[in-house]
């Protein structure tokens, strides 16, 4: 096996390059071929890279995709998120652990097939989700896991088995980022006729922000990253899309590429760059044929590489990079380690990428959805674009959709769109509550349906996940904070350990074992998180405890212990626990 891991580095090494850049491509294929990263990888890949085995090991621990533990032949990886628990994951993982024998975490003893559990897969429209080696599959139900587990025993190919593919579910086009008469080449063909200052001027003057979720203006970014200097400038299209509940990129990549490559392309023309890489997450490596193919064809019809339209002084093309499932990978910065080879934990700043990003390079990080209203600004106008939405935010923005509704799925709406009008729009009758911008954004009860989307009232990176009646929405606030504390990078105290303890004050609050006391130490503790924190991950993490109290006091009125104190260490059960531990008889009265 030494040797065949000697061949394979060297191999991808020798198309690559020796660069410590490259270290996740090389991760990724030793993974794939041998389904782990086994330890006596580790020096060569090193070796071959210029790096030493302390970062090699340090970069792939960090990423949840990437094992040095023998794994099986057939890896299930389950998502856990909160919409996928709402649709019957509990059961899912309970038919497959009875199917298999054994409970997630484990690997069956013929080395067959691990269990793992997953964080939100972006499939959330069509859950339960899981991804069975590299093939997703969705609307997965516990019949469904006998015959899934036969196939993957009998050897059959992953794709052929029942739930297996993904449903891409647009289900409402709107006037801008899915409309249907954009051209390919059109916004390129507008933009060679204009300079580079000219095509700024009109991005700036749509008034366009950021599709991400914090609504920075594309304009300002460009300008800025333009203005800087550097020896190259870089265009990154963020396709991390980790958020829960947020999967309208992996429909926008599967449905409209090439308008996002062409946003690309013009984001290029204005700053001047020469190179564009889209970070792909893991999770979405089966669209990345087609994503290819889309590069391919343009290449082909002279709108990306070498002199673009024959217009000799612009050149520009775009790479893949594929992620390895991390969360905070998706902020920017760490966006930017995790290309650069290294752990994806978030940069300090000043400065910002714009300023210093990629090899230290000037780089404008942006969202997938960015990037498509970019081209149609170019090539409609920002008069035009400028006509949809609202003065402060201007456009559509695409909602994924999902959890206690009729027509879960991707829509484009227009800023300023009230909360009700869409609940009405995707079938969501007597919603008790909408969680926006997934987990990092707000919980809002019908008290604020009246509510609009946009960045001057309720801002969304595009998650809208509905919480019908009966749902125990303080359950998923807690699953949201449980989520925060595992994801996050651990560089910052206050957000390793104050996750930590916010995770587990959820656990006593659902268990009805939180006192009022604990409450107001868990506010004071959110306060201390989101002032003390590096990056959005710590700032926003209280955001589902704070937004849910902020919206449905009664919730916690209801759950907090009547008690004004409640002993956090239970005596009893730790003694008996020890005792069973030394095979001793519990403790009498105990
Ligand atoms: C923990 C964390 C995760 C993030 N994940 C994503 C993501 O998956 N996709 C994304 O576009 N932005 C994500 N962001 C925001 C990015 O840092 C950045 O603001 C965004 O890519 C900028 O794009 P925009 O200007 O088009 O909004 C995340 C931020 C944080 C703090
Ligand atoms: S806030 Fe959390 S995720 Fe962000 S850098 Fe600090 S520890 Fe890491």
Redesign the pocket.
Known sequence: MVQEQEALIERIVHDLGPDGTHVMDVARAVSKRFGYIPNSAIPTIARHLQLSPVEVRDMITFYGHLSTDPLGTTVVRLCNAVVENMMGAGEVAAAFERETGIRFGETTSDGEISLRYTACMGLSDQAPSALINDVPFTGIHPELVQEIVRGIRAGLNLTTLPGSGVRHNLKKPGEIIFRRSMEHGAAIDKLLGVSREEALEEIKRSGM????????P?GK?WELCKNASGDKHYVIC??????PG?FK?RVLLAYNAHQVFEGMTIAAYVVGATEGIVYL?DEYDYLRGHLERVLEERREKGVLGDTIRSYQKFSFDIRIEVGAGS?????????IESLEGKRAA?RERPPFPVQRGYLSQPTI???????TSAAAVIERGAEWFRSFGTDKSPGTKLLSVSGDVQQPGVYEIEYGTTIRTVLHLVGARNAQAVQIGGA?GRCLSSGGFERRIAFEDVPT?GSFIVFGPGRDVLEYMRQFIEFFAE?SCGWCTPCRVGTTLLSRFMDRLVAGEATRGDLDRAIEMCDTIRNASR???G??APNPLLTSLESMPELYERRLSAESYAPQFDLGAELRAGAAAANRPAPQGM
């Open positions: 922000r950021g599709a991400g979720g914090a609504g920075f594309a970014k963020n396709a991390d899309e980790g958020e947020t990129d997450r969360y905070v990978v998706g902020e920017e910065s760490a966006l978030p990080v942006s969202n997938v959805e960015t990037f990092s990176g994801e990056c959005g991950l700032i926003t």
